[in-house]
């Protein structure tokens, strides 16, 4: 089956670190742009993050530049996402996408909560 | 930034009606405009990319017109699975990407 599948969320404290896993099967991951969507409870989808399927092109929001690490594992047909620095707005059912002009895959989503 | 403004925030009505969705974006972005559909409890799902082309296995109910700043995502006869959350999002600045803030379609 084609499909994406996020993990690594749970809770974190405000400052604390979470490292976002999508698992990627049924076609080939290296060719495809992929991007992290988040969507705050009970609100509407906000994208955060973009990586090419060639390096290095990566690009954020402003709201997660600089705390955020988008990157891939082509060998493991995995994308990634390092989140530092967590804030309690940080609080998002987080979405893993493939790209094709537009996000034709997207995934379950991983719930990241950031509380103390 | 371009932004997009969808309304109405809510729409409520009975299966069988045809629904009328509207997003309007803050300057023209050609027709490069996606409509996604989010039931509760699950991912979105693309339905219309460009405007007006439907995704392969999206029912021919669901159509999609407009270009430059107003566009619009009709479902022509409601089913009861159609009832969920509707998001326009632009390509117009890519790799960035825009989402309207949503319009519910509610069972009246």
């Known amino acids: 089956d084609v499909q994406l599948v996020e993990s690594g969320g749970g809770l974190a404290q405000p400052g604390g670190s979470l490292r976002l896993s999508c698992a990627a099967s049924?076609?080939?991951?290296?060719?495809?742009?992929f991007n992290w969507v988040r969507q705050a409870p009970g609100k509407g989808l906000e994208w955060i993050s973009y990586?090419?399927?060639?390096?290095?092109?990566?690009e954020y929001a402003e709201s997660v530049k600089g705390r955020f690490t988008i990157s891939r594992d082509n060998a493991k047909n995995t994308l990634y996402l390092q989140m530092d620095n967590l804030r309690a707005e940080d609080t998002a059912v987080y979405y893993c996408?493939?790209?094709?002009?537009?996000?034709?895959?997207w995934g379950r989503g991983t719930l990241v909560t950031v509380s103390s | 930034e371009i932004l997009l403004t969808q309304s109405p925030a809510t729409l409520s009505l009975s299966p069988g009606e045809r629904a009328t969705l509207s997003c309007r974006a803050s300057?023209?972005?050609?027709?490069?405009l996606a409509w996604y559909q989010q039931r509760p409890g699950q991912a979105p799902r693309l339905l219309i990319y460009?405007?007006?082309h439907r995704v392969t296995g999206i029912p021919d109910r669901f159509s999609g017109s407009g270009s430059g700043t107003d566009f619009t995502l009709t479902i022509s006869s409601l089913e009861p699975e159609d009832f969920a959350v509707y998001y326009c999002?632009?390509?117009?600045?890519?790799?960035?990407?825009?989402f309207g803030q949503g319009t519910r379609l509610d069972i009246k």
């Open positions: 996408t493939r790209e094709f002009w537009y996000l034709n895959l």
């Open positions: 999002q632009e390509r117009n600045n890519w790799p960035s990407i825009t």
């Open positions: 049924g076609f080939t991951f290296s060719t495809y742009e």
């Open positions: 460009g405007a007006s």
């Open positions: 990586i090419s399927n060639k390096y290095p092109r990566v």
């Open positions: 300057q023209s972005i050609s027709d490069s």
